[in-house]
């Protein structure tokens, strides 16, 4: 019989469904590649990170003993939790459908899990100690500069720290660079706003946008951050995994994506929260 659904192209479909999916999730999830990455394995479903403080040397006489130094480390546990979608593709929709609907499903769940992943790292920033602004104001170029100075400040090499900010806020900081778009000639970082509204590396920051932010309750105002790839981590027990389950009185497949993950802060110090409100809403 002709297009009948076997377990051999049924396979096929979830297998492209998977690999759409974990392209999509490494595509779509800007915090990912910003922070720590940890692998929990061995059981359990938390890992436990060690904390280490920073070590001094003094100068010694010749013929002396070095006394000694403890090495104490603190830790951080991050514990894994699930995440998840489901949906229902009916036999009549997969053999009708004009475009790869398996593909499109691959690309939705990846989309979905990636966006949740970004959302859960994004809800961290809230939690640094150090914040400028008071989501009132705009930011501006003196706003990363000030970032900047105190991650240096606290011995991180700046060219490993990021900002992540919200499209509306980094308008912001776009208009300032090139005094609210009048001043296109003032260097190469201006002309590039100004060409490609893109920031780019601003006092040794690189600059990312990301829509996955949500606002304070307040239109236009958003909390950002400034931070070393260190600051937060990112524990992950299990990648994205399909699994189905056939409803043959519905002539359809339920698909499901789950995966398991853990998110936390390890460095409270090498973080700086950028709170800023929009001037456009």
Request: aromatic share 6%.
């Amino acid at each position: 019989m002709a297009d009948e659904s076997t377990s051999s192209t049924l396979s096929e479909l979830y297998t492209e469904i998977v690999a759409e999916a974990e392209f999509v999730i490494q595509e779509k999830s800007l915090m990912m590649n910003l922070v720590k990455n940890y692998t929990i394995a061995g059981g359990g479903k938390s890992v436990e990170v060690p904390i280490y403080s920073a070590i001094a040397a003094a100068a010694v006489n010749e013929a002396t003993d070095l006394s000694n130094t403890a090495v104490d480390p603190s830790s951080v546990t991050i514990t894994a939790s699930e995440v998840g979608v489901m949906t229902t593709l009916t036999d009549l929709a997969r053999n009708s459908a004009p475009r790869n609907v398996v593909a499109d499903i691959g690309r939705l769940f990846g989309e979905g899990i990636a966006k949740k992943m970004d959302q859960d790292l994004i809800a961290l920033f809230d939690g640094f100690s150090t914040t400028l602004g008071d989501g009132t104001t705009a930011i501006a170029a003196s706003s990363i500069f000030n970032a900047a100075s105190t991650l240096r400040s606290a011995g991180l090499p700046i060219d490993e720290c990021v900002a992540v900010l919200h499209p509306k806020i980094a308008y912001d900081l776009k208009a300032n660079l090139t005094n609210t778009f009048a001043n296109p000639n003032a260097g190469d970082l201006q002309n590039e706003a100004m060409r490609n509204g893109f920031v780019g590396t601003l006092a040794g920051i690189k600059i990312f946008e990301t829509s996955n932010m949500a606002n304070t309750g307040t239109a236009g105002d958003y909390k950002g951050a400034v931070m070393h790839k260190d600051a937060l981590a990112l524990a992950t027990m299990q990648g994205i995994k399909i699994e189905t389950q056939r409803d043959a009185s519905l002539r359809a497949d339920e698909i499901v994506a789950t995966a398991v993950y853990g998110v936390g802060e390890l460095h409270d110090s090498y973080g700086v929260e950028m709170h800023f409100d929009s001037s456009i809403q």
